[in-house]
């Protein structure tokens, strides 16, 4: 082996090795300086209490109402991901098991989907919601973020589906089945993991996103009774705490992103662990 | 009992064909909304006018979207080049170098660290990334900036790209099969001339779309850049002067945009433009994946 | 798996397995051996794969390595150029001594060592490249850079493996066109092409219609003149058509070896008898 190989080799090894402990680092460093900085100003108040007046000004009071907002949101926005999504990601599995171009060409145009930032839906639930005649609300909100979470949802779940195996439908069908019944029996059993995970993952995406339902739900002190009144997220308080120029707010703002950040883990390491107990009992 | 059983099975089956439907109209719909609110604008002002026009004053109706255009290039640009290399060489690193024990420790945390939200990316953006502009970088290059700038939004940007195309290019070189890396090394490869032979020129596609997606998810950015960018009109090449991406454009003004004429057919411009360019940067990278990874 | 291992054990004393072996290694070991394993294992973190092995490989002949899948013949092949190194969780120890070299020593040159050594895997792996550059790749690696050296080679090698008037007018095109048959004739050429003295060939010939494989076959008889070729089967009558030697595995182990004829015919150990028998 001559000399240049071995310094080509070296070099590039060593290259590799920093990139891929920089990446490491750079992550850590990031989730340590959110939690670090957020961590002191923390407080029960700020998780448990609504806000009082002139919250934004340095008032007491905490941001209850957006914590509550976003996992309304979010949990409205995921229910109406399942009536769509689920029937959708079981129908590519079920009724086009035998059409492999158009189950790609479906999956392909869902990977798209799936690329497009939330500040296009957001603008385009503004305009749905003036096309319908809605104010800026929960119901609005739902809306957009469902329509952002469903491709999400269903490509995360059909991705599991496709690895269950045609001939258990086809024992199902030889057993008198609908496809109905095997669609809602066998692979919707069968891949109950992957449904957990996606409705998990569909979840978390709806929390942590604020560009879409920055026109469409508005922003309140209050929480939410009805559909039609506005609500406020978390991510959306966030960064309305953070343009304030008093400190105390922006302080409060860095606690606000480390109750985000906990939650978004609280529900990604849930979703892994869960999907993994539930595999435990599928057929392969 | 067979009536009922019959009776659920189509009403389930129009249920599920209902649902997909409704979800492959939806990038329909998008498009057709947009153009609907954004029509106005494009009745008034050509379509080159208002992409090669710098002049932005929409008091007087003038729209030129130029600068915001070229802000979310350049910031789009200097996340791809500073992330791009990096995950390239994390990925090989992980999937060729190092011990699987770090790949299925890693695979994990690259997955939950996509799920963070923009929103705690431009946090730290604020707490770490502008006070280093404005403190070290600017001031090393001999420059004077406040932090807020196309560096800080290009650099912020550079790290939310990281797990997603690291996630990726894994996959990719995951698909390679062992048998032909053990090809190259038997004929006489080093370890690296095997990477560089096999890993990277029969992962070339692979690697292609994962940029090409990295860079689509980039330029939809938006929260997180608004954060730490600036949000000033500028065409400037300094990467230390603040600019004003298409999304944050939009986020930016959603409030007085009732309030003056055109101006929310704008906005809806500029969300159509966004819409229009990611989805076809995406259909063409995903058309190539699912080309490729049928050979 | 595991109940059936210990059946074996309880069924036979391991003891008379090894002496048996030491017995025939005794009559085996010649000045011509080429590679000698000694104390070979192969672990990983749930278990043993390659448990003590003690072999020797005599030269210019073709030495089956056959037993059921996951008996651990393919780890013994790769084990010999260690392309064991490319799984990490693998820990192999003891000697592979190769023309009086040890191969297992830290600081080897690994290139080099392998391009003793032409490998033939289970189903063809042509590099992503044209016919012409995949059997010049191990030329360019040896920092050949003649082109008419290359050229030359490239030509001599597709010959000697039946390829050359098939491919001749289209040496340019991917090497993935040609057809699987034609792809495993393409990587022994290109092995050939690095001028090794072994060829480690790793089912070749499981993934080939019959046409192809009996070009395979006949072609390693020609090649032992001039190659020692280590053979992995699960084929029984691929083994008596083509050993010299046949050396048994189960689970990690060595059972028996010897000339065909002999162990395939009048098979001593249960093992090997049953195997004979079902197949698998």
């Given at each position: 082996m001559n000399r240049w190989k071995i310094i080509e080799e070296w070099f590039f090894k060593i290259i590799s090795f920093i990139a891929a402990y920089s990446v490491v680092l750079i992550l850590l460093y990031l989730l340590i300086v959110v939690f670090n900085k957020g961590i002191g100003a923390l407080s029960w108040e700020i998780v448990f209490s609504m806000p009082k007046g002139g919250y934004y000004f340095g008032g007491g009071g905490g941001i209850l109402n957006a914590i509550v907002g976003s996992f309304y949101l979010s949990l409205g926005a995921t229910v109406l991901a399942v009536i769509i999504g689920l029937p959708a990601a079981l129908f590519i599995n079920v009724q086009l098991i035998r059409l492999k171009r158009t189950q790609n060409t479906i999956r392909f145009f869902l990977d798209a989907l799936w690329g497009i930032p939330s500040i296009v839906y957001g603008a385009f639930g503004f305009a749905v919601m003036l096309f319908l005649g809605l104010n800026a609300s929960l119901l609005?909100?739902?809306?957009?973020?469902?329509?952002?979470?469903?491709?999400?949802?269903?490509?995360?779940?059909?991705?599991?589906?496709?690895?269950?195996?045609v001939e258990l439908q086809e024992a199902?069908?030889?057993?008198?089945?609908?496809?109905?019944?095997?669609?809602?029996?066998?692979?919707?059993?069968?891949?109950?993991?992957?449904?957990?995970?996606?409705?998990?993952?569909?979840?978390?995406?709806?929390i942590g996103d604020a560009a879409s339902v920055l026109f469409t739900a508005g922003f309140t002190d209050n929480i939410p009774v009805t559909l039609d009144e506005p609500v406020a997220t978390l991510p959306l308080s966030i960064f309305f705490q953070l343009s304030s120029p008093i400190e105390e707010v922006r302080q409060r703002a860095y606690a606000a992103a480390v109750i985000l950040t906990v939650i978004i883990l609280i529900i990604s390491v849930s979703a892994r662990l869960l999907s993994k107990r539930y595999s435990k009992n599928i057929i392969k | 009992m067979n009536r009922k059983r019959r009776l659920t099975d189509s009403l389930v089956n129009i249920w599920m064909r209902g649902g997909l439907y409704i979800i492959l109209a939806i990038p329909v719909f998008i498009g057709i909304g947009l153009y609907w609110k954004a029509a106005p604008l494009l009745n008034e002002h050509s379509l080159t006018d208002l992409i090669f026009s710098s002049k932005w004053f929409p008091m007087k109706g003038e729209f030129g979207f130029l600068p915001f255009i070229f802000s979310s290039v350049y910031v789009t640009l200097l996340a791809f080049i500073l992330s791009a290399p990096l995950c390239l060489f994390a990925a090989i690193y992980l999937t060729q170098f190092s011990k699987r024990r770090l790949l299925n420790f890693m695979l994990p945390v690259i997955d939950i660290l996509a799920g963070i939200p923009s929103v705690v990316y431009g946090v730290w953006g604020i707490l770490v990334i502008v006070p280093l502009v404005s403190g070290s970088i600017a001031p090393f290059f001999g420059a004077t900036s406040s932090g807020y700038s196309l560096l800080a939004g290009g650099i912020v940007l550079a790290v939310m790209c990281i797990p997603y195309m690291l996630n990726m290019l894994i996959e990719v070189f995951h698909t390679i099969p062992v048998g032909m890396k053990e090809a190259s090394l038997s004929l006489g490869a080093t370890h690296w001339e095997m990477v560089k032979h096999v890993i990277i020129r029969k992962g070339f596609p692979g690697i292609i779309s994962a940029f090409g997606l990295g860079i689509a998810k980039a330029f939809g950015e938006t929260i997180a850049v608004l954060m730490v960018v600036g949000n000033t009109l500028n065409i400037t090449l300094s990467p230390f002067k603040a600019g004003y991406p298409l999304p944050a454009l939009i986020a930016n003004n959603y409030g007085e945009m009732m309030s003056i004429p055109d101006y929310d057919s704008a906005l809806m411009f500029a969300a159509l433009l966004l819409f229009v360019v990611i989805l076809i940067i995406n259909l063409f990278f995903r058309y190539f994946i699912h080309k490729t990874e049928k050979i | 798996m595991k109940q059936m291992a210990f059946t074996y054990q309880s069924g036979l004393s391991s003891e008379s397995v090894t002496l048996q072996n030491k017995i025939e290694m005794a009559e085996e070991i010649k000045d011509t051996s080429v590679i000698s394993i000694k104390n070979l294992n192969v672990k990983t973190k749930d278990g043993d794969i390659l448990k003590n092995i003690n072999l020797q490989i005599p030269k210019n002949k073709i030495i089956v390595l056959l037993g059921p899948s996951g008996c651990g013949k393919t780890t013994l092949l790769k084990s010999l150029n260690r392309l064991t190194d490319l799984h990490k969780e693998l820990k192999v120890s003891g000697q592979i001594i190769i023309d009086g070299q040890d191969i297992m020593k830290a600081g080897q040159n690994l290139s080099a060592m392998r391009q003793?050594?032409?490998l033939l895997s289970q189903r063809p792996f042509p590099l992503p490249a044209s016919i012409y550059k995949n059997v010049a790749y191990g030329l360019k690696l040896k920092g050949i850079r003649s082109k008419k050296l290359i050229a030359h080679s490239v030509e001599t090698n597709l010959k000697r493996v039946g390829l050359w008037n098939e491919v001749k007018d289209r040496l340019k095109s991917p090497a993935t066109s040609l057809s699987i048959g034609q792809q495993q004739r393409l990587c022994l050429a290109r092995g050939l092409a690095v001028k090794?003295?072994?060829?480690?060939?790793?089912?070749?010939?499981?993934?080939?219609?019959?046409?192809?494989?009996?070009?395979?076959?006949?072609?390693?008889?020609?090649?032992?003149?001039?190659?020692?070729?280590?053979?992995?089967?699960?084929?029984?009558?691929?083994?008596?058509?083509?050993?010299?030697?046949?050396?048994?595995?189960?689970?990690?182990?060595?059972?028996?070896?010897g000339h065909p004829d002999d162990i395939l015919k009048n098979p001593k150990t249960a093992i090997l008898k049953k195997y004979l028998v079902d197949g698998n």
């Open positions: 609005a909100g739902i809306i957009t973020v469902a329509l952002l979470i469903t491709p999400i949802l269903v490509r995360a779940f059909d991705e599991v589906l496709k690895t269950i195996p199902s069908y030889s057993l008198g089945s609908t496809r109905t019944e095997t669609a809602l029996k066998v692979l919707f059993k069968q891949g109950f993991a992957g449904f957990i995970t996606a409705l998990l993952l569909a979840f978390g995406r709806g | - | 003793r050594m032409g090794p003295t072994i060829i480690l060939a790793d089912e070749p010939t499981s993934a080939l219609d019959p046409i192809s494989t009996k070009i395979i076959e006949n072609l390693f008889k020609d090649l032992k003149q001039h190659y020692t070729i280590i053979l992995v089967t699960h084929v029984l009558r691929q083994a008596l058509r083509l050993a010299d030697h046949v050396v048994f595995m189960y689970y990690g182990e060595i059972i028996e070896q």
